[in-house]
Every structure is written in structure tokens, then in C-alpha cells.
């Protein structure tokens, strides 16, 4: 079945400063990628995600890529502000399948003033 | 609009006994449910998934006599954890999807606490 890796576990950064979270996957046949952010206690939150027929996609400051030959997409957030601290959990689907959504292991983003 | 409900939001149990777990999608039909668990500083681990009107499809490892799910109609599903026991203490997160969306909707989650 898919598995995804998701790098780095933690992940401090200064306000204001960029962070990126890299993230795998196995199955060649997954074709959508979402991206969620949880807080303590709170259900997962969609921030973005992407299609396989597309290589890129922005909203305001986040960003995903995604490079289906080698199975990597990565998240990408500009002038972080202290309310991005939170879990940011990757994960991979196969839509139109069996739809299951397999999320990476997390990571912990602290914003740091 | 695409909203997911889930009751109870918190249950402390004893030992030996079920609970059941409600998960309803209030303004759209779902055409399958998913069941995860999530222990302390976890990942969401998949369960199972349900569709409505058919027996649940379970991950490699969950045993489906304990979990037992039940999706009997297009807005609920329900979990029971069955003889719950202290490490069946997690937080479980249901999510649902609507025909032909990419997108799923998750639950507020349901933190059970087996003493």
C-alpha cells in the first residue's frame, strides 16, 4: 500500500522567515496530494492540495510543488506569522479508486519571534 | 457548507465496556466515511472506510470485531469500539466524502478515554 515520509519531525523558524516541509510517496498511483494543518485537540484542516496534472499551485502565502517522477511535493510557506505554528501533516490518495487518505508522520512547525 | 459532526465529543469508559461513536455529515450525502485514530503527538492512522449500504473495508493490522462500523445511511456512520481496553484510549477522527470531490471533510474528533 502507499506510504508517505515526511521531513523534518520539527521545525523552527524566525517570523517573517520561510519554511518548507518535504514530503515522499510509493505509489505511482496516487493523483492527489492534500495538505492539512492541525491545531492541539482540533480536527485536521485542508490548507492546500494538488492534482497530479499539475506541477504547481499558490494561495496567497503557501505553495505546493509537486514532481511526479520522483515522487516528492513539498509545501512551502512565505512570511511566516506566529499563528502558522502548528502540525502540518502531508499525505497521498488514489481518487477515484479506493479515495483512502494516507497522511505522513507530521510536522511540528514553531514560529519563533 | 460540507460539514461533519461527531458525538460524542469526549467518553471516559470502564474497562470491558463499548462505546459508540456517531459521525454525520449534516449538509451533504457521503458516499464514504473514514475512520482514523490518532494517539498523542500522532499521525491520523486510516481504520477503515465505509461506504453506505456495505460491510467496511479495515487497514492491515485493525481488527474489525472490535471496531465494528456501521454506515446505514448517506449522512451516518457509526464506530464502537467493543471490550475497549486502556490503549484503545485515543482520539478518533472521522472524515467524509461526497461523490465525485477530490476533497474529504474530517470530524471535530472524539477523544475516549478507556479506565
Known amino acids: 500500500g502507499e506510504n508517505v515520509e515526511q521531513h523534518p519531525s520539527t521545525l523552527s523558524v524566525q517570523e517573517g522567515d520561510s519554511a518548507v516541509i518535504k514530503c515522499t510517496y510509493s505509489d505511482s498511483a496516487s493523483n492527489y496530494f492534500p495538505w492539512y494543518k492541525q491545531e492541539l485537540g482540533k480536527r485536521p484542516q485542508l490548507i492546500i492540495d494538488?492534482?497530479?496534472?499539475?506541477g504547481e499551485k499558490k494561495d496567497q502565502r503557501i505553495a505546493v510543488t509537486l514532481n511526479k517522477t520522483a515522487k516528492h511535493f513539498s509545501l512551502h510557506i512565505t512570511e511566516t506569522q506566529p499563528e502558522d505554528s502548528a502540525v502540518y501533516f502531508c499525505?497521498?490518495?488514489?481518487?477515484?479508486?479506493?479515495?483512502?487518505?494516507?497522511f505522513g508522520k507530521g510536522t511540528r512547525l514553531h514560529i519563533l519571534p | 457548507g460540507a460539514v461533519v459532526s461527531q458525538h460524542p465529543s469526549r467518553v471516559i469508559c470502564k474497562s470491558g465496556t463499548s462505546v459508540k461513536i456517531e459521525c454525520r455529515s449534516l449538509?451533504?450525502?457521503?458516499?464514504?466515511m473514514f475512520w482514523y485514530r490518532q494517539f498523542p503527538k500522532k499521525s491520523l492512522m486510516l481504520m477503515a472506510t465505509s461506504n453506505e449500504g456495505s460491510k467496511a473495508t479495515y487497514e492491515q493490522g485493525v481488527e474489525k470485531d472490535k471496531f465494528l462500523i456501521n454506515h446505514a445511511s448517506l449522512t451516518l456512520s457509526t464506530l464502537t469500539v467493543t471490550s475497549a481496553h486502556p490503549e484503545d484510549s485515543s482520539f478518533y477522527i472521522c472524515s467524509a466524502r461526497m461523490a465525485q470531490s477530490y476533497e474529504q471533510y474530517f470530524g471535530p474528533g472524539t477523544r475516549l478515554t478507556v479506565t
Open positions: 449538509d451533504f450525502q457521503a458516499t464514504t
Open positions: 494538488i492534482r497530479s496534472n499539475v
Open positions: 499525505a497521498a490518495s488514489i481518487w477515484n479508486r479506493d479515495d483512502k487518505i494516507i
